[in-house]
């Protein structure tokens, strides 16, 4: 499962775009908290321990503990629920927090990760992966990093489909069950190869036809 992350944060008074963008350039990120039966309200944090934290994480939506300064209630478990970057440099824009609770369930998109070796891979074949994230739900405690899952069974023609996903105790998947994770496809080089050996053996089959019918004659 996840670790659960802890931030620092404030209470952020100011609001606007003057003093976002003032906070911005003193290396502060403005965000907000949200959900869980509460009041909206803002808060900041510091742009590069958040990013330290996560660049640490498989996903874009986690878990963290936040220690909010200024607060009524002191700590909030809350989801990374959305990250605003600037589409240029990628500094933080802003960033939206949602409160959960222990026994909450929550939804959150987390990677798919396809680890081993495809038995049809070995056979000279490609494994495809389709869908590299699926959206999970699950208890805070219970939200996995990733859903892992092994091909080594899959053979050249095989598929994953989502309904074949190892999920971890406590988590589930909504989206159709057929819909398909990966596969394994026969490359053109491999096609070719085994067209050529059967060609290859044909013709040695004939020839060894042919001497038998000769050494008969004679």
């Given at each position: ?21 003032r ?48 607060a ?18 990628g ?44 959206e999970?739900?699950c ?71 042919a ?8």
């Amino acid at each position: 499962m996840a670790h659960q992350e802890t931030l620092q944060a404030e209470k952020r008074e100011v609001q606007g775009t003057t003093a976002s963008k003032r906070l911005r350039r003193s290396g502060i990120v403005p965000a907000v908290i949200y959900g869980s039966n509460q009041r909206e309200y803002m808060i900041q944090l510091n742009s590069k321990n958040f990013f330290d934290v996560a660049k640490k994480q498989g996903s874009q939506n986690f878990i963290v503990n936040l220690e909010i300064e200024g607060a009524q209630e002191k700590t909030k478990l809350a989801i990374v629920q959305d990250i605003q970057r600037d589409p240029l440099s990628g500094s933080l824009i802003h960033i939206d927090f949602r409160a959960v609770n222990e026994n909450d369930t929550i939804h959150a998109t987390v990677p798919i990760k396809l680890t081993g070796e495809a038995a049809g891979v070995k056979a000279g074949g490609l494994l495809e992966q389709v869908l590299r994230e699926v959206e999970v739900f699950c208890r805070p405690a219970d939200l996995p990093e990733a859903i892992t899952n092994e091909v080594d069974d899959l053979e050249i023609g095989d598929s994953l489909k989502v309904s074949g996903l190892a999920l971890p105790e406590g988590v589930s998947i909504k989206m159709d069950g057929e819909v398909i994770v990966g596969l394994v496809v026969q490359t053109r080089a491999a096609a070719s190869a085994g067209g050529t050996g059967a060609a290859e053996g044909e013709a040695a089959e004939g020839e060894a036809a042919a001497e038998g019918a000769e050494e008969s004659a004679d």
